[in-house]
């Protein structure tokens, strides 16, 4: 969640009881270090940093959260398998995302704490396999507790990925609408109006599929892979445009990326009302569930 996990939500995460992470990006090692110094300031409460691989600033970003001794590090695109063993002796769990069972058994081999098992359903940097189909694959193939991603924003989405196993969930997309969500005021207006259909997933070919909210972006995206433009071109088009959606509003010809439950988002709301609202209402259907099955 780069450009839009900034401290401010992350630390109400946490505060609320959840784990708040920072999302690292591409940004840079210096901006890191603020947000990281910030959350400390407004929580007492342990919270994580999200690394994104293909990130530049990869070894400095690993450095600093090392340096300062941030609980959790979680990871995408990518695998982090080199990182694990410097990040683990100072004593900071990884938990690194997945979207494939083979890259799931390597990383336990490399001794991560848990995974994130995330299907295509996400926003962002995607894989192929659903979150019904990804989540007990990985959960049968792992000794290590399996946090699930994709396509979860509400009490339903944990209690059903609990039944696949899961221990907890991550959630991006609801999250944007917290009211701690330093997004531009047009990105949440797009995701509170979208439907059902409005995520695509744009640059496949080029190796780097991400999903994003339907817009004149992802259409000219879409545009240029149907006309079969080299990858370096469409690579081009993505460039600075997370930035130009979520930090300057530009929701036409910015990236704005969100998952596929962006349309059951509605509301604005604390991340406090959103992480009781899961929870209660997680609970509520696992009663339900247990009703149902003949447990008075
Ligand atoms: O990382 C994410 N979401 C992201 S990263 C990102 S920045 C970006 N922008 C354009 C192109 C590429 C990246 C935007 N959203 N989520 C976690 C995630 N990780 N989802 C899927 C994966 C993943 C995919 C393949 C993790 C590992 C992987 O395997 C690579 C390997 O080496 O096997």
Known sequence: MARVSTAELAAAVSEAGGL???????????????????????????????????????????????????????????????????????GIRVIPVVASVALAKRLVRSGVDAL???????????????????VPQIVDAVEVPVIAAGGICDGRGMAAVMALGAVGVQMGTRFMCAAECVIHQNVKDMVIKSKD??????????????????????????????????????????????????????????????????????????AREIIEDVVDGARKVMQGLARMAGDR
């Open 20 to 90: 708040g992470v920072i999302g690292s990006g591409q940004a840079t090692p210096d901006w890191l270090r603020q947000q990281v110094q910030r959350a400390k300031k407004i929580t007492a409460k342990p919270f994580g940093v999200n690394v994104m691989l293909l990130s530049p600033y990869v070894d400095e970003i690993m450095e600093i959260i090392r340096e300062e001794g941030v609980a959790v590090v979680t990871t995408g695109a990518g695998n982090p398998g080199k990182y694990v063993p410097a990040l683990q002796e100072a």
């Open 116 to 134: 994130i098992a995330e299907g295509t359903e996400s926003g962002g940097h995607v894989g192929e396999l659903t979150t019904m189909a990804l």
């Open 197 to 270: 259909r409005d995520t695509v997933v744009t640059g496949r070919s080029t190796g780097h599929p991400v999903r994003v909210l339907r817009n004149k972006l992802s259409r000219r995206f879409v545009e240029m892979e149907e006309n079969c433009i080299p990858s370096e071109e469409i690579l081009k088009l993505g460039v600075g445009a997370l930035k130009a959606a979520m930090v300057d509003g530009d929701v036409d010809m910015g990236s704005v990326m969100a998952g596929q439950v962006s349309a059951m988002v509605r509301k604005i709301q604390p």
